[in-house]
């Protein structure tokens, strides 16, 4: 299928007409009335052009042979054209450059621009005598092959008189999506209850003890393509009780390339948050195997194919095997051969399966009206109702299609829209399961609206499971001239109309978010991802066909169409640099390549050179000296990212006249960008890098945004000009003084200025030029957020006293230290988000208006912050929406004003409150009549004596709660707010040396993490019978008990997978008395612990601790006590099957050690050299797995990593 885009199509024909005839007749007179005649043929094609291609777009005829030709045609003409008239755009541009450099000389503008414009026109006259002007030359080809391909438009007239009244009502609706439309998100799952408990129940089972494998057991959800595999893993992999369970989740999209060095990279990424800096497979694997050592790991690979590669398989999971018994994968797959192959390279164990079946006709039907009638009730729209039934029908029970047809109709509640989707040809009776999900996802397409479809196709350009980033997405659909200006609104910027195709896009289900922040390469930020299922990734590769490529891997050359627009490569192979003259059309080129030499910059001259269409290019690669020079004969080029090492860039960058984006990581900013003729530049990225190195600075009059540090190049007073701004970041503002050129920057003049920080960064004490400095930067009215770094002076500007920037909705002060009184910042009606940080002076904050729509609020080391002013029971209700409450380091605050029920953060850290704030009263507007709070944590309050104004509110939400340092409090109100505490996971409450013991709180049923710590007056916790009711507890750490003697009511735990112990000397000393006891019977236990973390060996002859036998980690810290008390080694010996690493700090001797460890680990006890190290580590293999041993005799010294043996299996 061939996609012209009539929109576009139409767009470039018009100024062909209008502009490129225009100039043909200037530059030669006499073929005036000639070319005349061509532009009214044009003219008139121009709507049956527009016809058979919308008709042919719409997916309601057969495109033959012949027209599928003519569309082809049609394109590439379309094409030719764009680039004949960006020439001539390019063309004009460089005159004006040249016009200002000539008249800019330092010799005199008028003697030189004389010249230069003399030389013009006598070319100019030369060229039309001899015939020889490039760019008319280029101009008559494009007109003469746009008149063959319209000539042939009458042909296939019958298209567009066959098309019936859906097409008319499809251009209408097409327009018409909601705005208020919310993004649909997966929160759960309809018709798969059983399904998922299934899941769970096996995630969350206890590893058989007597099992004889590694100890990594396998799921596999097997189904058609859009049953819904993903999204069931998905919903698991999120349970609140998985998330316990395990100490690292990793998701990995491993797509149809089963490359194992990507997925061991991508695990390690998803793990770590950070892609590793390691090259070759082997260091990946190390790294991955240290990551999981000793660790329950859960690991989803989502949709696999590989079902034949048993060696690859083998190689992805041996760094896995060091993870801990318990351990499990998950994947998603079409065909079961897939988790039969998984099965065999992890040692032939029989994994459990599920074979996920469409929904039956309830519960698709519920899950299909979800979508259909999002935000209305469906028995509302009863004629809608029958129709809806009637398409559900046909939709296979497969949850894909009715998410992109449920959303498809939601967009016109309409029943004759309804009625052509239930007669559209791609809606069968036999519905999709004959043929795949393919004909409804295609019907999806035909439906989407025009300006959308170009946008979508572009996106197959990437390989599946591709992360998409939004910002990065729409500066290249603009740089492809995809975005449309509308006529309506002709001032609106490019990327805002982008931002809302994207939104679109995702609205109807074709991009998703991913759910997890990863890092933007271009912006290099954390951001939230997006990506597409992979049959819409199938369906975009169909509708793009020829025009979109991706290589990777081992693919053939050959295999890339000569038609290709757009190509994604992934590969080391010099073939393809060398060759890519053959695709010299190509508007877009993706390339990622690990090595660099000679040979490779020979290759990217010859690619600048032949490429000579391009609009985007994007080069990853590890290091290259400079950039060819030839770059600069790119003339179409608009979107530039050099992802790498780069030294400089050529001077010849300043020829790319077209180009909007220059993104480039790892940059040098030492080194001096000549930039001042890229006129229409509109992004530096990353915009958090300050430019203080650019040369002319203040043409680049297109830039949306910009990070501007004052040097040796560019001038503050060069801001002037940028009108267009967006986003301005300004530092070194401590070189400014009140003077002519602070005040010509006029601010207020810049009227689509949203955002600006201003950074002085000095420790002078000039506050009175900092002031005059600031109240000239006055901004315009449009401002959002405002930030302030760093601001000596000692009252706020005139412009923020006066209430004169009513839009702003965040605003940042940092380090002004001399600001005692802030302006009433509570009257601002738009305000969300306020964060003070070190305004070491301010003394009071003003409360006037109530802060009514303030969201987060965070104020941290304000040391001489006392009062809110203007707060009293006569003022109106303060901050009703407020979710976020962080106060930290403000000794002399007193007294917080009520909270809301709307908060769900609060923290309070050092703060000199002597009674924890309370809550308003519900009001018969409030959602709910209990708080919403989820997080809190008080910590180091000194003076704070009771909680009670927050415990004895229902807090039904909490999650975590965390109480330290507080020496004055009390009493925690046990009675009144623990029993409503339903929701805990999280209990940490250290050194509050006159709290009493709650007793409730250990019978919190939700809690998996408990800490408690400082608790020296307590001599035995805790009871069995509160440790019965802590069914979900798998982490406890219990420090600093001086009084502690007994931890025996842990036996009526049944796991943990962390228990800490540490500085509780009554308790070793009771170890200690009970060696010398006599032996106790066995009497039936069941604890198991995971990771076990002491300070003194003598703890493991504790009850229960003695006792236990499945032990995978322990960590002693302090083992002076080996050779004088005890013996540790009928403990090992217990644990022997199940132990994987052990790790034992400042012993003093060898001699000193367990006699079983020195038996397993002869090397390392014979050199007696390596144990006089700070750090020796070693393997050997108990029981057929490998053990890790790590010894460190130096006391403060890090856990770093030792030696690792590769042992074979015996």
């Known amino acids: ?28 007179f006499a073929r005036r009335r000639r070319m005349n005649d061509e532009r009214q043929r044009l003219k008139d094609a121009l709507p049956r052009i527009r016809a058979v291609v919308n008709a042919a777009e719409s997916g309601q005829g057969e495109i033959t042979g012949d027209l599928n030709k003519w569309l082809w045609q049609l394109k590439g003409a379309v094409y030719m054209a764009s680039d004949v008239l960006d020439d001539l755009d390019y063309n004009e541009i460089q005159k004006r450059v040249e016009t200002d450099a000539a008249g800019s ?44 391909v319209a000539a042939g438009v009458e042909v296939f007239n019958s298209l567009v008189t066959e098309r019936n009244q859906l097409q008319q009502q499809q251009q209408q609706q097409q327009q018409q999506h909601r705005e208020t439309e919310p993004i649909v ?12 408990k299934e899941v769970l129940q096996w995630l969350t089972r206890a590893p058989i003890a007597n099992e004889d494998h590694e100890g990594i057991s396998l799921f596999s959800i097997e189904g058609l393509g859009g049953v819904g595999k993903t999204t069931l893993a998905q919903v698991v992999y999120r349970d609140d009780a998985v998330r316990s369970s395990f100490s690292i989740k990793i998701w990995v999209c491993v797509s149809t390339r089963f490359d194992v060095k990507k997925i061991t990279g991508d695990i390690l990424e998803c793990a770590a948050q950070r892609r590793p800096d390691v090259g070759g497979l082997g260091p990946l694997q190390e790294a991955l195997e240290a990551l999981v050592s000793s660790k329950k790991f859960l690991l989803v690979l989502d949709d696999v194919w590989n079902d034949d590669d048993l060696s690859s398989w083998q190689t992805l999971f041996a760094p896995l095997r060091c993870g801990l018994k318990g351990s499990k994968i998950i994947l998603t797959a079409r065909s079961e051969e897939v988790a039969e192959m998984a099965t065999l390279a992890l040692g032939g164990m029989a994994n459990e399966s599920m074979k996920l079946k469409p929904l039956d006709g309830n519960d698709f039907l519920s899950l299909f009206n979800r979508y259909a009638f999002a935000g209305t009730n469906p028995h509302n729209h009863g004629k809608l109702q029958s129709i809806g039934e009637q398409i559900a029908g046909r939709l296979g029970g497969l949850p894909l299609a009715a998410k992109t047809i449920g959303a498809l109709l939601r967009s016109n509640l309409d029943d004759s829209h309804w009625m052509n989707i239930l007669q559209s040809r791609h809606i069968s009776d036999h519905g999709p399961q004959r043929d795949g999900v393919m004909p409804a996802l295609m019907l999806s ?47 609106q910027a490019l990327e805002d109309i982008g931002s809302r195709y994207f939104d679109e896009l995702a609205k109807l289900s074709f991009l998703e978010p991913f759910g997890l922040h990863s890092t933007n390469p271009s912006t290099q930020r954390l951001e939230e991802g997006y990506i597409m299922h992979d049959l819409l990734h199938d369906l975009s590769s169909k509708v793009s066909h020829g025009e979109c490529f991706t290589f990777v891997g081992d693919m053939s050359i050959n295999q890339i169409p000569n038609t290709v627009r757009h190509l994604y490569s992934k590969t080391g192979d010099l073939g393809l640099l060398k060759d890519m003259g053959k695709w010299k059309n190509l508007h877009t080129l993706i390339l990622k390549f690990n090595g660099y030499n000679d040979e490779h910059a020979v290759a990217f001259r010859q690619v600048f050179e032949s490429l000579e269409s391009i609009r985007v290019l994007r080069i990853t690669i590890k290091e290259m000296e400079v950039l060819p020079c030839a770059i600069g004969k790119l003339r179409h080029l608009r979107y530039l990212s050099l992802d790498g090492r780069f030294a400089r860039l050529p001077s010849s960058i300043c020829k790319l006249y077209h180009l909007q984006v220059l993104a480039r990581s790892n940059i040098e900013t030492s080194s001096v960008l000549v930039l001042n003729n890229l006129i ?40 002037k000009d940028l009108r267009e701004l967006q986003e301005l970041r300004i530092s070194g503002l401590r070189n400014q003084r009140h003077d002519e050129e602070v005040s010509l920057v006029q601010f207020r003049d810049k009227k689509r200025l949203q955002v600006l920080y201003l950074d002085w960064k000095d420790d002078s004490d000039a506050a009175e030029e900092y002031e005059k400095v600031l109240d000239c930067l006055h901004p315009p009215d449009s401002l959002k957020e405002l930030r302030i770094v760093g601001y000596r002076g000692a009252r706020s500007p005139y412009w923020m006293e006066k209430d004169l920037l009513k839009n702003l909705e965040r605003i940042v002060l940092s380090g002004n230290a001399a600001w005692k009184h802030l302006p009433s910042l509570g009257k601002l009606p738009y305000l969300n988000e306020l964060r003070l940080y070190s305004l070491t002076g301010l003394e009071q904050i003003g409360f006037g208006g109530g802060f009514q729509q303030l969201k987060i609020l965070e104020i941290q080391d304000c040391e001489q912050l006392e009062e809110w002013s203007g707060f009293g029971a006569e003022t109106a209700p303060c901050w009703p929406l407020l979710g ?39 009001t018969p507007s409030s959602s709910s009549s209990s708080p919403s709070l989820t997080h809190m944590e008080i910590t180091g309050c000194e003076n704070l004596t009771s909680v009670a104004g927050l415990l004895r509110h229902r807090l039904s939400a909490l999650r975590t709660l965390e109480i330290s340092g507080c020496e004055a409090l009390a009493d925690l109100h046990a009675e009144e707010g623990f029993q409503h505490l339903h929701s805990i996971e999280r209990l940490a409450i250290e050194y509050c040396p006159k709290l009493k013991m709650a007793t409730d709180a250990v019978a919190l049923t939700s809690l998996s993490r408990l800490t408690l710590s400082g608790w020296n007056h307590i001599t035995s916790f805790p009871s069995e019978e509160a440790c019965r009711r802590l069914t979900s507890l798998k982490v406890l750490r219990l420090e600093d008990w001086g009084g502690l003697m007994s931890v025996e009511g842990l036996k009526a735990l049944s796991h943990l997978d962390v228990l800490h112990i540490r500085e509780c000397p009554k308790l ?10 006599k032996e106790e019977e066995e009497e039936e236990f069941t604890l198991t612990v995971g990771r076990l973390w002491v300070d003194d060996p003598l703890l493991l002859h504790v009850e229960p601790l003695r006792k236990l036998t499945s032990v995978t980690n322990l960590w002693i810290e302090d083992c002076g006590n080996l050779e004088s008390e005890g013996d540790i080694d009928p403990w090992l010996l217990r644990n022997r099957t199940s132990l994987r690493s052990i790790l034992l700090r400042k012993y003093s001797t060898a001699k000193s050690l367990p006699r079983s460890l020195q038996a397993l680990f002869p090397g390392v006890f014979r050199h007696r050299r390596s144990l006089s190290a700070p750090i020796a580590a070693a393997d050997a293999l108990v029981s057929g797995m490998s053990l890790h041993l790590w010894l460190q005799r130096d006391a403060e010294g890090a856990v770093r990593g030792g030696r690792r043996c590769r042992l074979a299996q015996h």
């Open 680 to 719: 229409n530049l509109r992004h530096l990225l990353p915009y958090h890098i300050p430019y203080g190195n650019i040369k002319g600075i203040g043409t680049l009059t297109s830039l949306q945004r910009l990070s501007f540090g004052a040097g040796a190049y560019n001038k503050f007073s060069e801001l």
């Open 1 to 28: 299928m061939v996609v012209v885009g009539d929109v576009i199509a139409s767009k470039i024909i018009e100024k062909l007409v209008e502009v490129g005839f225009d100039y043909a007749a200037d530059q030669c």
């Open 1068 to 1077: 070793v000393q009771a170890a200690a008395a009970s060696i010398k006891g």
């Open 185 to 196: 998100r997966e929160r759960d799952v309809l018709g798969r209850d059983g399904d998922r």
């Open 884 to 922: 976020h409450l962080e106060i930290s380091r403000c000794p002399k605050l007193k007294a917080l004003p009520p909270l809301r029920l709307s908060l769900q953060r609060l923290e309070l850290l050092d703060v000199g409150l002597s009674d924890s704030p309370t809550f308003f009263p519900a």
């Open 105 to 148: 000389g330092p010799r005199g503008s008028k003697v030189s621009g004389f010249i230069s414009d003399s030389k013009r026109r006598v070319s100019k006259f030369s060229k039309r005598a001899f015939k020889s002007d490039p760019a008319l030359e280029k101009l008559r080809g494009a007109v003469k092959r746009l008149s063959e």
């Open 445 to 491: 397409y035909y439906y989407l609206p025009k300006h959308l479809r170009p946008c979508f196709a572009f996106l197959s350009t990437f390989p599946q499971d591709h992360q998409f980033f939004k910002g990065d997405l729409v500066l290249m659909w603009m740089a492809l001239d995809f975005i449309q200006q509308s006529p309506q609104n002709p001032a």
